[in-house]
């Protein structure tokens, strides 16, 4: 990054979501109004495998899906779970507030 | 050739888990669909209601639903469909599907029709027979295979149906259907392929409309849509005077809770999407074409499966002095420790939750060493009776009040009781399959009936 100016992911998603994929895994849906700043993020390589895995201290292998989807302007990946959804000592049956983290995600915007 | 399009109407999304909306219902059924439908399912609830043969959605809520659903199909003389009856799909929730679509006909007085349903529910005994033959249960999402001893621990399995019990049903004539477990997509693809139209589309069709107004904006569940199809397309309509249908929100519904947006696997192959083009061709209305079909060899039909762990008591305390939260790892470890010292290591189980720190996302927070200034700690006791979940939930709770901090200036209590007992929750149960196991006929697994319903 080149010390210039920076927004967060929050303000420039239109949508930002968590949700079970099935028992095993929680998908996240990272969704933009304007192709511009979907491209904008795409190109900023903010978002990775490698920078989310970091974001959500888990080993790169415990994230099972990885794509863009332009029809839906969308970035979206998906983790495995490390024990099933609704076991004893899962927090969050439906997945649904796995996101949080990902709105304070700075993307250069210069 | 089939006729030049056929209409679906949807109005809610995992039906019974809140009530459908009545406006846009009745505002779509004066369009005089071909088909009413919806699905009734979801895995997300946990294990609990599959283990416990329950449903966690109201009765008052899933009879709404089917009243309006059942009067508007008989009045419009089309078919109903509802897939994976009662939240899991088991063969009691079928039953009272069918029983409450009984009595609303009974009260209402309806003219005869008749009603197919079918069973979705596998005996543990046929797992067990397969894998004694040597046939290999295939985990899903990086699970190994099934094992004896996972089987073992199962206290009920469904299969997950394809397209095919209903559309035997409809061939056998049946004007309302109630469907044991399914692929949510299935109950609209059934009756598409079976009226001539491409299974791409089919499938499409029923990806799209399969949680009713999620696929829309603004945001808004529960709220009817409207699928067409063509030889040639899908288009999908919002019906709520304030929703539409656009190409993000359609889009961006292919995605929606799945690993993939470009896949969707059903018992008898696979829906690619890869290269979905998606129009807003009206105000309210999105037209895909371009989605794909690949038939698999064989059918390999999705298998769910929940195990009970044992009872369960939760406990709640709260924290205030700073330093206590600072040290609240301590606090677990000495109540924990308390209950080790009276159950020994194994034989039950005990989780705490810290809220205020890493409660909702545990080892997946980036902000879990900035503990707000108070915190909330849910401990969970489960063990294989009622009383001694009970002990181990309250001595993990109670043994907080007395952890030896140290430090600590306050030497009257470590924690803050809002309840003095702990209360009894569901039992704890786990998905124990998510696997797949291929079969020969694609009906074995599920018994089709059908009956009359006369006033």
């Known amino acids: 990054m080149s010390g210039g100016a920076t927004r967060p992911l929050g303000e420039l998603a239109k949508t930002v979501r968590s949700k079970n994929a099935g028992v095993d895994k929680i998908t996240f849906d990272i969704i933009f109004r304007e192709r511009e700043t979907y491209e904008l993020v795409k190109r900023s390589g903010v978002l990775t495998r490698a920078s989310v895995a970091a974001l959500y201290r888990i080993p790169e292998e415990r994230i099972s899906d990885f794509v863009t989807f332009d029809p839906a302007l969308a970035i979206k990946f998906t983790l495995y779970r490390t024990r099933p959804s609704g076991s004893p000592g899962d927090a969050d049956i439906f997945g649904a507030q796995q996101y949080a983290p990902l709105l304070d995600v700075e993307v250069p915007v210069d | 050739m089939p006729a030049h399009t056929l209409r679906f109407l949807c109005p809610n999304g995992h039906l019974g888990f809140a009530p459908l909306k009545t406006e846009s219902f009745r505002l779509g059924v004066d369009t005089g669909p071909d088909f009413i439908l919806a699905d009734s399912g979801s895995d997300d609830i946990g294990p609990g209601p599959l283990g416990s043969d329950t449903s966690t959605s109201p009765r008052e809520w899933q009879r709404h639903d089917l009243e309006h659903m059942l009067l508007a199909a008989r009045e419009l003389g089309v078919p109903m469909i509802i897939g994976s009856a009662g939240d899991t799909g088991t063969n009691s929730r079928v039953d009272l599907y069918v029983e409450m679509i009984r009595d609303i006909a009974r009260r209402h007085a309806l003219a005869p029709f ?11 005994s046929v797992l067990r027979e397969k894998l004694a033959a040597g046939e290999a249960i295939r985990g899903l999402d990086g699970r190994p295979d099934l094992t004896p001893e996972e089987l073992a621990a199962t206290d009920r399995i469904v299969a997950v149906a394809g397209i095919h019990p209903y ?40 990806k799209v409309l399969e949680c009713a107004s999620f696929n829309a904006e603004p945001y808004g569940g529960k709220e009817t849509v409207i699928g067409e199809i063509s030889m040639e397309d899908v288009r999908v309509t919002a019906v709520h005077p304030a929703q539409r249908c656009t190409v993000a929100s359609v889009a961006g519904h292919a995605m929606y809770e799945r690993s993939s947006p470009f896949y969707e696997h059903v018992a008898g192959g696979r829906l690619d999407m890869t290269h ?26 999705k298998l769910e499966g929940a195990g009970k762990i044992g009872e369960r008591y939760v406990g709640f305390v709260g924290i205030r002095d700073p330093y206590t939260v600072a040290h609240v790892d301590e606090v677990i470890a000495w109540a924990r420790q308390q209950v080790c010292e009276r159950f020994g290591d194994d034989g039950y189980e005990l989780h705490f939750q810290v809220y205020g720190r890493n409660g909702v996302m545990g080892e997946m927070e980036p902000l879990k060493d900035r503990p707000a200034h108070e915190v909330g700690v849910l401990v969970f006791g489960i063990a294989p009776t009622r009383e001694m979940a009970e002990e181990v939930a309250i001595t993990g709770t109670r043994q907080m009040f007395y952890a030896r901090l140290p430090d600590v200036k306050g030497t009257a209590g470590g924690v803050a009781f809002p309840l003095d007992e702990v209360v009894p929750a569901s039992a704890a149960y786990r998905w124990t399959l998510n696997h797949t196991m291929q079969v020969g006929d694609p009906l074995e697994l599920f018994p089709l009936h059908l009956d009359e319903v006369r006033p």
């Open chain 2, 276 to 301: 979905c083009v998606y129009e807003q061709v009206a105000e309210k209305t999105t037209r895909i074409t371009g989605p794909t079909f690949m038939p698999s060899e064989g059918i390999h039909v």
């Open chain 2, 114 to 124: 008749r009603i197919g349903w079918f069973y979705s529910e596998v005996a543990p």
């Open chain 2, 167 to 206: 559309k035997a049903l409809l061939d056998e004539g049946a004007d309302v259907i109630i469907g044991g477990r399914s692929s949510d997509s299935v109950i609209f693809a059934a009756p598409a392929i079976r009226a001539g139209f491409p299974e791409a589309l089919s499938y499409y069709l029923g």
